[in-house]
């Protein structure tokens, strides 16, 4: 599942008017407060046999150092993908993971990823072909699992990727459809029938005992947080455990933490405080600027601009593009005393530090999100984040498989050598060993062999 981050640049208006200015005064910015500690235990598959391959090839050329970090990397908590099959053999194949997981007194991180036109027909193409074979196979997904237990990360991409669809519903007078436009596909009837099916799914799998459901949020460095709160609410989130981040990318956990407490603030907002108000709500390509220190400061000018993803955002940096203090303040003015309650996951197993810069005019198309060079792991799975709103950290993408064939725009995948590594890059999902060692290498925080 490899993504096309094309950061939208949503219409959003802030009125900053007399009254709003004055709540600054007492008002304090959204913080996050300490979630209950958790002794959950997180599943750890067998490994992509690339790795052991590795391992091997390393053990044998005297380099043990790399193996042993290698080995460390497959041996922490990571997903099981489901990308593929009929109703049996999924269920046959979840059953069997989850009862190896249940033997090991573990939980299973699963990732369905089977819907329609996923990804857009990139990549990571693939999938059921229509819905009722999508509801069938996830019919057997649910009864594979039965009673054990199990979070589910549903459709990658689902909601960052819709194809056909417009998220101002054309309500702004425009055509504002998406670049996701398959031929395939009924113009008419595709984005409706993505959320149909992301509904089913998730209403599937609530109706088992034991199951955590999460859809997709995207990331802090693609849709803007309004745009998707308002997917969120449509495929089902309030009736599934909430949301999850950064599948598959880079971006770091601080922003994600920021961006995720935005959304579900969002979702609050626009559900009790002034429904159906998603474009109202603040988003990370504006930040208003610092929050203003003294009146006449704050009566003054607010000179806002966008977050940058390539630094770690908070509310009391000197650096205006990191700083989220304006945002946040907003958010707390906006709620007044209401408090967000939609939870999310993040998936920190490449973020360590933080997502690739492509060097300046150098690539038709950089592809930042594609096998970018000396990225690292990040934070070790984990139910105990700290943070309310964060139920946990966790590897969805297997680090150490590739992201697809990245070209940078400059020529067909599979057979154009990728410039930052050297070679053809392998298929999405095929083990890169060159990568799994940049991603051991530069580990924050580092591996312990």
């Known amino acids: 599942m490899k993504k096309k981050f094309r950061a939208v640049h949503h219409k959003t208006k802030y009125l900053f008017i007399w009254g ?43 380099n043990r150092a790399d193996a042993k970090l290698i080995r460390e990397m497959i041996e922490t908590p990571q997903a099981v993908w489901f990308t593929a099959g009929t109703p049996q053999s999924v269920q046959r194949e979840v059953k069997a993971t989850v009862q190896r997981a249940a033997g090991k007194h573990t939980v299973p991180v699963l990732v369905a990823y089977n819907i329609p036109f996923r990804d857009c027909a990139q990549f990571s193409a693939g999938g059921a072909t229509t819905v009722s074979e999508y ?24 909601l960052g990727i819709i194809p056909w669809y417009d998220p101002y519903g054309s309500a702004d007078g425009t055509n504002s459809l998406e670049w996701c436009q398959p031929a395939e596909a009924d113009a008419t009837t595709a984005a409706a029938e993505r959320f149909l099916m992301l509904n089913y799914a998730v ?45 598959s990318n880079y971006q770091f956990t601080a922003n994600l933490q920021h961006y995720g407490s935005w959304v579900s603030s969002c979702i609050t907002y626009a559900a009790t405080v002034n429904p159906g108000d998603f474009f109202g709500c603040p988003n990370q390509y504006w930040n208003g600027g ?3 220190a003294k009146i006449a400061e704050l009566l003054g000018e607010w000179t806002g601009v966008a977050l940058s993803n390539y630094g770690e955002w908070s509310d009391d940096t000197d650096v205006p593009e990191l700083n989220t203090s304006g945002i946040n303040l907003r958010y707390a003015n906006m709620l007044g005393g209401t408090e967000p309650t939609t939870h999310f996951v993040i998936d920190t197993s490449r973020n360590g530090v933080g997502p690739w810069q492509p060097p300046a005019g150098v690539y038709p198309d950089p592809q930042d999100w594609c096998n970018p060079p000396d990225r690292g792991l990040g934070l070790r799975p984990t139910a105990e984040t700290g943070l309310d709103l964060v139920d946990a950290y966790l590897w969805v993408k297997i680090p150490g498989e590739s992201d697809g064939a990245c070209t940078r725009g400059l020529g067909p995948a599979g057979t154009t ?31 312990v062999p």
């Open 290 to 292: 610092p929050l203003p």
């Open 203 to 247: 209403d599937a799998l609530k109706a088992l005992p034991n199951v955590r459901v999460y859809l997709d949020g995207t990331h802090s460095g693609w849709l803007g947080s309004g745009d998707t709160a308002h997917r969120l609410v449509q495929a089902g989130v309030e009736r599934a455990d909430g949301f999850y981040l950064n599948v």
């Open 20 to 62: 709003l200015l004055l709540l600054v005064l007492t008002a304090s910015t959204t913080s996050l407060a300490l979630a209950h500690h958790s002794t959950t235990q997180f599943y750890v598959p067998p490994p992509n046999p690339g790795a052991k391959q590795q391992i091997a090839a390393l053990t044998a050329s005297g």
């Open 135 to 158: 509801m069938a196979w996830i019919d057997g997904f649910a009864e594979g699992i039965g009673r054990h237990h199990a979070v589910v990360i549903l459709e990658p991409d689902g």
């Open 417 to 447: 050598v990728d410039p930052e590594w050297g070679i053809v890059d392998p298929a999405a999902g095929q083990w890169f060993p060159e990568m799994a060692l940049d991603l051991v290498h530069y580990a924050n925080p580092p591996l």
